[in-house]
């Protein structure tokens, strides 16, 4: 069998997979940590005008299949925008991820 492989010449680079992993690798690393801050500096600090009905909000979430109805279902998207940036352990009961969650707020807002 021929080989179809054309020789180098000295104007091309040869194929480095390895290192367009690792820049892939460090563009989904940066795009990580930047939501990770995004959402702890500047998300959470919004749930803390009002802590109250957020929670509130969130408990209808987890509890009722459509919590809004018709009316303005903006309120409830923010409160499940909190639940995925706090989500609830496995083995958590609802009233210890609420309490979890009140905490947390509390801790974000001082």
């Known amino acids: 069998m ?11 680079t040869p194929f480095r997979p390895v290192r367009l992993i690792l820049v892939i690798l460090l563009i989904l ?3 990580s940590m930047l939501a990770q801050w995004y959402g702890m500096n500047v998300t959470m600090p919004r749930y803390c005008q009002y802590p109250g009905d957020v929670i509130g909000r969130v408990q209808q979430v987890l509890n009722e299949k ?6 303005d279902r903006k309120p409830y998207i923010i409160a499940a925008r909190l639940m995925y940036l ?3 352990h496995s083995d958590e009961t609802q009233d210890d991820y609420i309490l979890r ?9 001082r």
Do not use: M, W, Y
Not at 66 to 71: F, L
């Open 66 to 71: 459509q919590p809004a109805g018709e009316g």
């Open 86 to 88: 706090v989500p609830r």
């Open 29 to 31: 690393l940066s795009i």
């Open 2 to 12: 021929e080989s179809r492989e054309r020789p180098l010449t000295g104007n091309e």
């Open 101 to 109: 969650l009140q905490q947390h707020i509390d801790k974000q807002c």
